[in-house]
Every structure is written in C-alpha cells, then in structure tokens.
C-alpha cells in the first residue's frame, strides 16, 4: 500500500496529545497511539508535535528505532525526499575506516572474488540474526536451539572451524566451495559475526566451541568425529572446552581433576571440579582436561549423571553460559580418551595459536565497529552550537584510534597470509611467537580506542542499550582479551636469536 503525501503544514494541525504527529527526515508518523508509551515520556514528543523532529531524534535514539516502530509511519512530505540512508540488510558502510580498506574501495594482495562474495552473503545473514544476538545479549538467556540450528544451516559453525573435511556436509554463504576455503574466508566469518557486538552471547554461541571441538576432529576416535561433528555443527547439540579450575589457570599443569580406570580397564571415572567454562551451562559434551596415572589425558565426557553445571554471573552477558562444572564419579568410556593417555598436554596446546589468532579477529572489527559509531556520533552530536567533529581535540582522538587499528589490520592480515601457505608445524614453530606479540597489541589496541571513545561519547557509553551500546561493550570487555602474551612473544624470539650477533 503506498503512502499518504502531506505538506508540512497539515503536519503542523496535528498537535494535540491524542492528535499528534512529526516528522522525521521526510516520513510523517502519527505518534497519537504511542505518546503514553513512550520511554522518555509524553513531554518531548509534544514538544515537537506538528513540527520536524529529526535532529533531536537522532541525538537521541539509533536508527533501527524507525524500523522498530515503523508501522507508526502513515505517509512523506511532498516534494522532498530523506537525506539520512536508512540501512538495509546486507548494506556496506561508507564511513571512513568502517570497513577493512579491501571493502573501501582500497587494492589488496590478499582477497580474491570468493573473499568479496563471502562477505557479502555473510552481511545479509549477520544483519538478519543480528536482533536475536542483541536479544540474548540484553536477556542473558540461552542461544535458543532454532537459532543454533539456523546458524548451523548456513554453514556457519563448520566455516568457524575453518577448511577442512567438516566442510564438505555444508553450504557455505557466498556459494564458496570447501576446496576454495581458506584462512582468508575463516578471517571474514569471525570478523563479520564479531559486527553483532554481543560479547557474550558471541562466546555462548560460538567461542565455547571453536575452542572445544577441534580437540575432537584432530584427536578423537573416527567413530567420535562421526557422530559428535554432524551434532555440533547443525547447531543440534553444543559442546565446550573444560580445562580451568579453581586452583589452576594458565598453569594447567596444576589441575586436580582425576580420571582413574576401572579394576576392567573399561571406564575412567572422573571427579573435579572447573571453573569459568565458556558455553559450559549450556553444553552437551565437555572436552576435559584431568590428571590421570602418569600425566594429564583429555576426555570427552558426555552430560549424564554425575555432571551438574551451575551458572557464573560474569561483566559480560550470562548467555555466554560461563559455568562452574562439577564432575562426581562419572563413567566415561575409555574410547572417550582425546589423543594419548597422560599426553593431554599436547591436546591443550594444539589450537592455542588458531584460538588467538580467531581473538585477533574479533579485536579488529570491534575497535573497527566502534570507530564508525565515534565518527557518526561526533558529525551528529552538537556541544554549545557546535559538532564534536569540528573541535581538533575530538578529530585527534579519532585519528589515534584509526591508526592503531589500520596497523593491527595491517599485522593480522600479514599473520593469515603467513598461515595459509604454512603448514600445522611451520606455523607451530614461526608464528606461536608473532601471534602472541599481535594479541599483546590488541589488547592495548582495543584499551586506547575503549578510553577515547568513552571520551567522545560521554555518558552515554556508560549505557548497555541505545546510542553507547558499542561503546559500552568495549570499554566492559576488552580486557577479556588480555593474557601475558608478550614475555611469551619475546622468549619465543630468544629461541631463534643468532648467537653470533652483537652490537
């Protein structure tokens, strides 16, 4: 049905409180039947009733208001047309450094035509999912199973994981073939998904098992990977990675969790406790590091009797389902044993660099998300008749924050290209050291862009809902990111340091 043209004077006789309309960028809304319903109350809509609102509505609310309440729109003003672009999905930003330079019209070596149709499918797809992401964010409710499955539909979660025979059950976004994937395309996905800016639910849908599952398809039994792979990458079943405990951390070594065989050699059975399990509250299988005769074994352990998770209020959204584990006698198969007895260790360590570099990932598009969102606010946002854009300490602000992250773009772009034509062991023994060095500067990346655009935004980057809300999550969770990476980055560079130099 096509809408009602008015002239701006026949909006101008509707003011009355069961009468009222406005006008934002060209699109008459009659707000008679929401007035009463309005958060910020009836007074500042009657005081723009009759009368063009679009300044301080977008001072005030983001845009994806007007689609929420679009049905309130009843017709345009004749003979003008809207100067704001309305997003739609799938659409690409063309605020200055929104977008990795290969999408802003910038030449790159990297990225061939299956990276650019990638992308391009995947934004349609993000941008759909993107209010269910937001809803569990703000809830703090479980993933549902309609939308883990919807995920797994699109070939998301096997594209996570990045090439490998995974892929072939699945059809991936941009009709990419699995022969064709590569850790460019693995580099878009994560980047793409990190636009949500749902820091917790992204860990609940995602994290827990980029981290987790690989344990299974590169140490579990053929008969493990076949049936535990098709249930987790349909987004059917969820599994999650269970190292941490109370009493140790990084220092795994130190867990206390036990796995002691059975008098038939048929079982272990597992006790312990873990503590801050990413996705765990959630998860059906637990991959399980515990200490067995001579060392430490990685299990896989089904939920069942004997394993109870509890829920861990954490900064960040509880639809992460971050868990504290508790595992009381329970039997597990020996063919449920990851790698080799009491060489756990080697299981543990095997993903790190991949899961760090996955990090890098989200890093760069999150400081990339939040300088679009600082560049729009201070063209937007008016201080005493003037832009926060038009005063040069804003303008230097936004310049520190862009360069940091086109140089961390820089660097991580460089570490995938280096990954794809490496090997598992050469980038074992090159890249364990750049990786942790790069995670180091994202780190501090992510802190200066947190602090100048809380700067910018003021107290609204205080605020989990509305204009601040991307500002908000950063400033909340960057610090998720930090691990003492750089002593790591630097005693990997002193294995390699010739021993004949000197000054």
Same mark, same amino acid.
């Not at 201080?383 to 773009?409: C, H, W, Y």
């Given at each position: 049905?096509?809408?009602?043209?008015?002239?701006?004077?026949?909006?101008?006789?509707?003011?009355?409180?069961?009468?009222?309309?406005?006008?934002?960028?060209?699109?008459?809304?009659?707000?008679?039947?929401?007035?009463?319903?309005?958060?910020?109350?009836?007074?500042?809509?009657?005081?723009?009733?009759?009368?063009?609102?679009?300044?301080?509505?977008?001072?005030?609310?983001?845009?994806?208001?007007?689609?929420?309440?679009?049905?309130?729109?009843?017709?345009?003003?004749?003979?003008?047309?809207?100067?704001?672009?309305?997003?739609?999905?799938?659409?690409?930003?063309?605020?200055?450094?929104?977008?990795?330079?290969?999408?802003?019209?910038?030449?790159?070596?990297?990225?061939?035509?299956?990276?650019?149709?990638?992308?391009?499918?995947?934004?349609?797809?993000?941008?759909?999912?993107?209010?269910?992401?937001?809803?569990?964010?703000?809830?703090?409710?479980?993933?549902?199973?309609?939308?883990?499955?919807?995920?797994?539909?699109?070939?998301?979660?096997?594209?996570?994981?990045?090439?490998?025979?995974?892929?072939?059950?699945?059809?991936?976004?941009?009709?990419?073939?699995?022969?064709?994937?590569?850790?460019?395309?693995?580099?878009?996905?994560?980047?793409?998904?990190?636009?949500?800016?749902?820091?917790?639910?992204?860990?609940?849908?995602?994290?827990?098992?980029?981290?987790?599952?690989?344990?299974?398809?590169?140490?579990?039994?053929?008969?493990?990977?076949?049936?535990?792979?098709?249930?987790?990458?349909?987004?059917?079943?969820?599994?999650?990675?269970?190292?941490?405990?109370?009493?140790?951390?990084?220092?795994?070594?130190?867990?206390?969790?036990?796995?002691?065989?059975?008098?038939?050699?048929?079982?272990?059975?597992?006790?312990?406790?873990?503590?801050?399990?990413?996705?765990?509250?959630?998860?059906?299988?637990?991959?399980?590091?515990?200490?067995?005769?001579?060392?430490?074994?990685?299990?896989?352990?089904?939920?069942?009797?004997?394993?109870?998770?509890?829920?861990?209020?954490?900064?960040?959204?509880?639809?992460?389902?971050?868990?504290?584990? *508790?595992?009381?006698?329970?039997? %597990?198969?020996?063919?449920?044993?990851?790698? +080799?007895? &009491?060489?756990?260790? !080697?299981?543990? =360590?095997?993903?790190?660099?991949?899961?760090?570099?996955?990090?890098?990932?989200?890093?760069?598009?999150?400081?990339?998300?939040?300088?679009?969102?600082?560049?729009?606010?201070?063209?937007?946002?008016?201080?005493?008749?003037?832009?926060?854009?038009?005063?040069?300490?804003?303008?230097?602000?936004?310049?520190?924050?862009?360069?940091?992250?086109?140089?961390?773009?820089?660097?991580?772009?460089?570490?995938?290209?280096?990954?794809?034509?490496?090997?598992?062991?050469?980038?074992?023994?090159?890249?364990?050291?750049?990786?942790?060095?790069?995670?180091?500067?994202?780190?501090?990346?992510?802190?200066?862009?947190?602090?100048?655009?809380?700067?910018?935004?003021?107290?609204?980057?205080?605020?989990? *809902?509305?204009?601040?809300?991307? %500002?908000?999550?950063?400033?909340?969770?960057? +610090?998720? &990111?930090?691990?003492? !990476?750089?002593? =790591?980055?630097?005693?990997?560079?002193?294995?390699?340091?010739?021993?004949?130099?000197?000054?």
């Amino acid at each position: 049905m096509s809408l009602k043209q008015f002239t701006r004077q026949q909006v101008g006789q509707h003011t009355g409180e069961n009468d009222l309309w406005i006008i934002i960028d060209a699109s008459v809304y009659d707000m008679s039947k929401f007035i009463h319903f309005h958060p910020g109350g009836a007074s500042p809509l009657l005081e723009y009733a009759g009368k063009d609102a679009t300044e301080d509505f977008y001072g005030l609310h983001r845009q994806e208001v007007l689609e929420k309440y679009s049905k309130y729109k009843i017709g345009t003003i004749a003979n003008e047309k809207p100067k704001i672009t309305m997003h739609q999905h799938g659409d690409f930003s063309k605020v200055p450094y929104a977008e990795p330079s290969a999408w802003m019209g910038f030449k790159s070596p990297y990225f061939k035509e299956t990276h650019y149709k990638f992308r391009a499918a995947l934004r349609v797809i993000s941008d759909e999912l993107g209010p269910d992401m937001r809803h569990f964010e703000e809830t703090g409710k479980k993933p549902t199973e309609e939308f883990m499955q919807k995920l797994g539909s699109y070939g998301i979660l096997a594209a996570s994981l990045g090439h490998g025979p995974w892929l072939k059950n699945y059809t991936l976004p941009g009709g990419v073939r699995p022969e064709e994937f590569d850790y460019f395309h693995e580099m878009i996905l994560h980047e793409e998904l990190s636009r949500w800016g749902t820091r917790g639910t992204g860990d609940g849908v995602m994290g827990g098992m980029v981290i987790s599952i690989p344990t299974v398809f590169n140490f579990g039994s053929a008969a493990m990977k076949a049936k535990i792979g098709p249930e987790v990458l349909s987004g059917k079943k969820r599994i999650c990675l269970a190292i941490t405990e109370p009493y140790a951390g990084s220092d795994v070594s130190k867990i206390r969790a036990t796995a002691k065989k059975t008098a038939d050699g048929k079982h272990y059975i597992v006790n312990g406790v873990k503590k801050w399990i990413t996705s765990g509250h959630w998860a059906d299988y637990f991959s399980v590091a515990v200490q067995t005769d001579k060392g430490i074994s990685m299990l896989l352990i089904e939920r069942g009797e004997g394993v109870e998770t509890k829920l861990i209020k954490t900064a960040y959204s509880s639809s992460a389902g971050t868990a504290y584990v *508790t595992f009381e006698d329970v039997k %597990v198969p020996v063919e449920n044993l990851l790698g +080799k007895e &009491n060489h756990g260790f !080697l299981v543990v =360590l095997s993903n790190f660099n991949h899961e760090r570099w996955t990090m890098l990932l989200n890093a760069c598009m999150t400081a990339r998300i939040v300088i679009e969102e600082c560049f729009k606010w201070a063209h937007q946002r008016k201080v005493f008749g003037k832009r926060l854009i038009d005063e040069p300490v804003i303008r230097n602000k936004l310049a520190s924050m862009i360069a940091q992250t086109e140089s961390l773009q820089s660097w991580v772009e460089n570490l995938t290209y280096q990954m794809c034509h490496m090997d598992y062991n050469e980038q074992s023994d090159k890249l364990a050291g750049p990786i942790a060095l790069c995670k180091y500067q994202s780190t501090r990346v992510l802190h200066n862009v947190a602090d100048d655009a809380c700067q910018i935004f003021g107290g609204r980057a205080l605020t989990q *809902t509305g204009m601040g809300r991307a %500002v908000e999550m950063i400033q909340r969770t960057y +610090k998720f &990111n930090a691990k003492v !990476l750089a002593d =790591l980055g630097v005693r990997q560079a002193m294995k390699k340091f010739p021993t004949d130099a000197r000054l």
